[in-house]
């Protein structure tokens, strides 16, 4: 039975015995239904405590079973009643505090495609994935996502592998160029030839992936059970001192009843589901309690580079024409072209032109050669846009991301592009060092060159480049300094994200690969928030220790003058809800910090 519901079923309980005594005036009535229901729960709570005990875990159960059976046995069932009631309740609010589990692989096999379109002769059969044989022919149409790794047997494509590489520049390919699964079809149908089977593709290894993180989580232990052994060992010592002095077995659950261990289950969850709330207040989404103890011991951090040390948008960085042209001639050629083209680099020429108030020029026909690029005629010339090799540009020329430009059969210049670098990248680096993270790392899908650049412009000093997706997790899975952070923003980033100890997505929707991966949401596209949910959750956790301990320490005080036999066991369990109290009104501190 889900504790939300235990929770509902004690509630019941109480309201019916506390009719049976108060209204009825059945005393007996009442201390039964008390018994039998009390009884029911600690055996079923044993054998929870049994199997946790099997699996090598101790927890803070076990006092709390004894509490309930020495007040039953000696017949102070209200105090029984009280016990379990904060028990059940505190168990049903640290089910709260975890939040939603991980949605990761639904998200993925929503988004894997599950059925291709397969070329037979005239025909085209759809055929689910898995029966896809090695080296069929595939037909894929526009914007729809590759089912099956392969190569291309059509003509010249424009794909998008963001998904793949996580990198927003186009991937073009031309024939005989392999083609991943994952990648997204551009605006005309292309087809290709498997190479391997469904479950050797790219996009079903991250399906993989994540799914063999959700089978092996992280093992972390709760805040209260480290606590429960020293404080378990303390109280039973104290009762059985309590009962050698007196001879008394009601002194036994008079210790009991104030050592419930009521303050650890209660005062960690809610500091931790106030310590979310603020979180969420400051822009970042904390989907459970044990992410925040991950997150404050934290001192490794691993960040995918493109949508999060850059912005994820292309735009234009430079112009670089040959001698006798200006940069004005080049940017409105290539202006008056691009703004008539549908290829993905043009969206940056166009935004940049019109934003340096550049007129169009009158052009009097566009062809587009997929794969290459663009032909125009502007004033009965021939305007080259596209490859180096298609606009004549000289081989010693090594732009990152660039359209090369060709006027009537001659190199003119080019056109480069980057990806923006977020403007708090640099500052949001040095604060995670000035916080204590010992040490970063860029893991990215691009080039070695553009990794290095974008590195040493935010002060990351560790980098590795041209990865995909499963190779990042290997980086992580060999970390030293657990727990480990991961910040990443695609389909790509998600097996990283689920696998660190800790994931945040950033620059994301609810709902798409990567959020659903991440323990952590940014709700503001802004990576400043990840230290920010760093120094919330180092605060929450300061905060949950001090409200257990002090707990604890009120406990103990209760119990030695409990031993005293000053006590009734009822008195003693209202004086465990006061301790619960003042637990919880400190805990409440981690709202604010």
């Given at each position: 039975m889900k504790n939300w519901k235990k929770l509902i079923l004690v509630f019941v309980i109480a309201g019916v015995a506390l009719i049976a005594y108060f209204g009825f005036n059945q005393p007996f009535l009442a201390r039964l239904i008390v018994t039998i229901a009390g009884g029911v729960l600690a055996f079923s709570m044993l054998i929870e405590m049994i199997k946790t005990l099997r699996s090598g875990s101790y927890g803070v159960d076990l006092l709390a079973i004894t509490a309930i059976i020495a007040t039953l046995l000696v017949g102070e069932y209200w105090a029984s009643l009280i016990i379990i009631l904060?028990?059940?309740g505190g168990e049903s609010l640290e089910d709260y505090a975890n939040g939603r589990a991980h949605r990761a692989l639904a998200a993925l096999l929503d988004k894997s495609p599950d059925i291709a379109h397969v070329q037979k002769g005239d025909k085209v059969v759809d055929l689910p994935i898995d029966h896809v044989e090695?080296?069929?022919?595939?037909?894929?149409?526009?914007?729809?996502?590759?089912?099956?790794?392969?190569?291309?047997?059509?003509?010249?494509?424009?794909?998008?592998?963001?998904?793949?590489?996580?990198?927003?520049?186009?991937?073009?390919?031309?024939?005989?160029?392999?083609?991943?699964?994952?990648?997204?079809?551009?605006?005309?149908?292309?087809?290709?030839?498997?190479?391997?089977?469904?479950?050797?593709?790219?996009?079903?290894?991250?399906?993989?992936?994540?799914?063999?993180?959700?089978?092996?989580?992280?093992q972390f232990v709760r805040l209260a059970d480290r606590y429960a052994v020293p404080f378990t060992i303390i109280a039973y010592l104290i009762a059985a001192v309590a009962y050698f002095i007196s001879g008394d077995p009601v002194r036994?659950?008079?210790?009991?009843?104030?050592?419930?261990?009521?303050?650890?289950?209660?005062?960690?969850?809610?500091?931790?589901?106030?310590?979310?709330?603020?979180?969420?207040?400051?822009?970042?989404?904390?989907?459970?309690?044990?992410?925040?103890?991950?997150?404050?011991?934290?001192?490794?951090?691993?960040?995918?580079?493109?949508?999060?040390?850059?912005?994820?948008?292309?735009?234009?960085?430079?112009?670089?024409?040959?001698?006798?042209?200006?940069?004005?001639?080049?940017?409105?050629?290539?202006?008056?072209?691009?703004?008539?083209?549908?290829?993905?680099?043009?969206?940056?020429?166009?935004?940049?032109?019109?934003?340096?108030?550049?007129?169009?020029?009158?052009?009097?026909?566009?062809?587009?050669?997929?794969?290459?690029?663009?032909?125009?005629?502007?004033?009965?010339?021939?305007?080259?846009?596209?490859?180096?090799?298609?606009?004549?540009?000289?081989?010693?020329?090594?732009?990152?991301?660039?359209?090369?430009?060709?006027?009537?059969?001659?190199?003119?210049?080019?056109?480069?592009?980057?990806?923006?670098?977020?403007?708090?990248?640099?500052?949001?680096?040095?604060?995670?060092?000035?916080?204590?993270?010992?040490?970063?790392?860029?893991?990215?899908?691009?080039n070695q060159l553009v990794a290095d650049k974008i590195a040493s412009t935010v002060g990351i000093d560790n980098v590795y480049a041209g990865l995909m997706p499963d190779e990042k997790l290997k980086y992580i899975k060999n970390a030293t300094n657990r727990p480990v952070i991961m910040v990443g923003d695609g389909v790509n980033d998600a097996p990283a994200l689920a696998t660190a100890d800790v994931g945040i997505s950033i620059g994301v929707g609810s709902g798409t690969v990567a959020s659903e991966a991440a323990?952590?949401?940014?709700?503001?596209?802004?990576?400043?928030?990840?230290?920010?949910?760093?120094?919330?959750?180092?605060?929450?956790?300061?905060?949950?220790k001090q409200a257990v301990m002090i707990g604890i320490i009120i406990c103990i005080i209760l119990m030695f003058i409990a031993a005293l036999g000053v006590i009734p066991a009822v008195i003693g369990a209202l004086f465990q809800e006061i301790i619960d109290v003042v637990s919880i009104l400190y805990a409440l501190r981690a709202l604010r910090g």
């Open positions: 904060m028990l059940v090695v080296g069929s022919h595939l037909l894929i149409r526009p914007m729809e996502i590759i089912p099956i790794d392969g190569k291309l047997i059509s003509g010249a494509v424009v794909l998008d592998t963001a998904s793949l590489t996580g990198e927003t520049k186009p991937n073009e390919l031309v024939k005989g160029d392999p083609v991943l699964s994952g990648a997204i079809n551009g605006n005309s149908s292309i087809l290709i030839e498997t190479t391997v089977i469904a479950a050797e593709s790219q996009f079903q290894k991250i399906v993989e992936l994540v799914k063999e993180t959700e089978k092996t989580p992280a036994i659950a008079e210790v009991l009843v104030v050592a419930s261990p009521c303050p650890l289950i209660l005062a960690a969850p809610i500091a931790f589901v106030s310590g979310m709330s603020r979180s969420s207040q400051n822009g970042a989404l904390i989907k459970n309690g044990t992410v925040i103890e991950k997150l404050a011991k934290a001192r490794e951090i691993f960040l995918d580079k493109t949508g999060t040390i850059t912005e994820g948008t292309i735009k234009v960085d430079s112009l670089k024409p040959i001698e006798r042209v200006d940069e004005v001639e080049l940017l409105q050629l290539v202006y008056t072209v691009e703004k008539s083209s549908g290829h993905i680099l043009a969206k940056a020429v166009v935004e940049y032109a019109e934003n340096k108030k550049v007129q169009p020029l009158k052009l009097t026909s566009l062809t587009e050669v997929a794969g290459l690029g663009v032909i125009g005629e502007i004033e009965g010339q021939e305007i080259k846009i596209g490859r180096s090799s298609f606009a004549f540009a000289p081989e010693n020329l090594n732009y990152e991301t660039a359209f090369y430009v060709s006027k009537a059969g001659k190199y003119i210049g080019a056109v480069t592009f980057s990806d923006t670098l977020r403007p708090e990248a640099k500052e949001t680096i040095a604060q995670m060092r000035k916080i204590g993270l010992e040490k970063i790392t860029m893991l990215t899908g691009d323990d952590i949401v940014l709700l503001q596209n802004d990576l400043r928030k990840v230290t920010t949910s760093i120094e919330i959750s180092r605060d929450t956790l300061k905060i949950a």
